[in-house]
């Protein structure tokens, strides 16, 4: 009998790649999306769509127990929010929700795998001999970040859930929107950078995250798993292997940190249409951090957890992706 998977935040960028992992694996795929949610991209795709309400623990509940789910990948969540309140309620308050909804009902569920983020660890000195561990001390910068580790903490306070979390670092590949901003730039012959300060990056492709997921559903080992390539990239990186791939040059240019300070603060007081700006003031402590380096040897030992990308091959196909489908 085919295995059911439900997939929360199911149509967007990370959604849509474990996804297409899971139905390669031979799983039946629930696929939970808002009434709102745009599916397009979701078409010729052999998924069901469920659109459970994440504010009601009983709501949840009914539909576990209606399907009948052997598994749950939890990938819903905002990256962008105008309070610390919103990100909490959602990211955090949501989990909480559906977490409770699994230990209650009366179908067991028998992996709960959550998506969350390398923020809810926060960043650590450029300097730092060690890499972020997962026993790491959490210093999130950001509020999403904060509302990550909140939801783990909740998470961690719920009994007898057969949770596994992963925390990928910055996730890129087709469909994103947030990096596609600097190759953008990169295709229009710009490559800029806030301050002069060196950084070293850490990088995961989609499809690496979405392969992790799926594994984590049949692993026998329980726990939090910090998630990237296995590699460390100085702030350059990004640029000098888009620019090669792309066969582009490009103007560098550093803009001091204060005049990209008081643009954020700009674009957080400006009406977006009822959207979150990309850039705000705490989005830069992020951008700004000095290392976010981390080690994935637990997952490579428990999942298991193999990336098959660098950000080389994981940009080349990225970024034919973006050329066929006419973004860039």
Not at 160 to 169: A, E, S, V
Request: net charge positive.
């Amino acid at each position: 009998m085919t295995q059911k998977v439900l997939i929360t935040g199911a149509s967007g960028f990370v959604g849509f790649h474990v996804i297409e992992a899971a139905l390669k694996a031979g799983l039946e795929v629930h696929a939970a999306v808002r009434a709102s949610s745009q599916v397009k991209h979701l078409e010729g795709l052999a998924v069901q769509y469920v659109s459970p309400d994440f504010r009601s623990e009983e709501a949840i509940r009914k539909l576990l127990e209606e399907h009948q789910y052997d598994y749950v990948i939890h990938g819903a969540g905002i990256t962008k929010a105008f309070s610390e309140e919103e990100y909490n309620a959602v990211n955090a308050g949501y989990t909480q929700n559906l977490a409770l909804a699994i230990k209650n009902a009366k179908a067991p569920i028998k992996r709960f795998v959550f998506i969350s983020s390398l923020a809810a660890l926060g960043p650590i000195a450029y300097e730092a001999q060690a890499p972020l561990l997962e026993e790491s001390a959490p210093q999130p910068v950001t509020a999403y970040g904060r509302s990550k580790l909140l939801a783990e903490k909740y998470l961690q306070q719920i009994e007898g859930l057969p949770l596994i979390t992963l925390r990928p670092t910055a996730v890129y590949g087709p469909r994103d929107k947030d990096i596609f901003i600097m190759f953008k730039m990169i295709a229009r012959g710009w490559e800029p950078y806030i301050g002069r300060k060196q950084q070293r990056f850490s990088f995961l492709y989609a499809k690496d995250l979405a392969k992790a997921a799926i594994s984590a559903l049949t692993s026998p080992c329980l726990g939090t798993y910090n998630l990237s390539d296995g590699n460390v990239y100085d702030r350059y990186a990004l640029a000098d292997i888009t620019k090669k791939l792309l066969k582009k040059n490009t103007l560098k240019f550093h803009v001091p940190y204060g005049i990209v300070e008081v643009i954020a603060g700009i674009l957080e007081k400006m009406p977006s249409g009822g959207k979150a700006p990309a850039l705000n003031k705490e989005k830069l402590n992020e951008l700004t951090a000095p290392n976010w380096n981390c080690s994935i040897e637990k997952g490579r030992n428990n999942l298991p957890y193999t990336p098959e990308y660098d950000l080389e091959k994981g940009l080349a196909e990225t970024l034919q992706w973006y050329k066929e489908n006419k973004w860039l």
